[in-house]
């Protein structure tokens, strides 16, 4: 089966750590996103890329960190710069950046 | 800036009753309009793609129209198992996508 998979489930964060957030896709895209969902907005954009090894930043892009070494994996750092990591991680793909994107099952990020 | 504004916030309906939830945007040069529907806990699932003006596209109970300003997401006698939050996206110049906070819709057997 193709598709979007994201791990941890649910990850907890205590203050000052690092945590790594993986993504991984067998759909064959060659774009793939970092989404933030918070209650009551919006999701919004942390980092894209279109293409491996390159990377560009979304509208929240402070605090965090990707890497684009394969075309399958996109995994997001949360770094200890960000105040307020609490929230729910999307990780989506598309062939295309004009196309619609898909998105994996998501990661739960608290911090304790 | 691109914006999207989904009303209403939340919608409570009985089995069969049908609606329709509405999606505003301002854009410049629209690139794409998204429907998708959020299980709670879930990612988003991709609907439809809604590229110009008087386009309509159907799926089961869903159908998506786009007009110059907005979009419907149109809902044909529902069932409790369409209960989800319904989430519109928009793109324009840019190559992001602008989402609005979606509509929770509560459909009661």
């Known amino acids: 089966d193709g598709g979007i998979t994201q791990s941890p489930k649910y990850l907890f964060r205590k203050e000052g750590q690092n945590v790594t957030l993986s993504c991984e896709q067998n759909l064959n895209h060659d774009a793939m996103y970092w989404y933030r969902q918070d209650p009551g907005q919006g999701l919004r954009l942390i980092y894209y890329?279109?293409?491996?090894?390159?990377?560009q930043k979304g509208d929240i892009a402070e605090g965090y960190s990707v890497s684009r070494e394969k075309k399958e994996s996109f995994p997001l750092t949360v770094t200890s710069a960000q105040k307020n990591p609490t929230a729910f991680y999307l990780c989506?793909?598309?062939?295309?950046?004009?196309?619609?994107?898909?998105f994996g099952p998501g990661t739960r990020l608290t911090v304790l | 800036e691109d914006q999207v504004t989904q009303s209403p916030e939340a919608l409570r309906l009985q089995e069969g009753e049908s609606s329709s939830l509405n999606c505003s945007y301002t854009v410049s040069g629209l690139r794409g309009l998204f429907w998708y529907r959020q299980d709670p806990g879930k990612g988003p699932e991709f609907l439809f793609t809604?590229?110009?003006a008087g386009e309509e596209k159907e799926k089961e109970r869903l159908k998506a129209t786009l007009t110059k300003k907005e979009s419907f997401l149109h809902i044909t006698a529902p069932k409790p198992e369409d209960s989800a939050t319904y989430l519109c996206a928009v793109r324009g110049g840019s190559e992001k996508l602008v989402f609005g906070k979606g509509t929770k819709l509560t459909v009661n057997p």
């Open positions: 989506a793909s598309s062939i295309d950046p004009l196309y619609e994107q898909f």
């Open positions: 809604l590229y110009s």
């Open positions: 890329s279109q293409i491996v090894n390159d990377f």
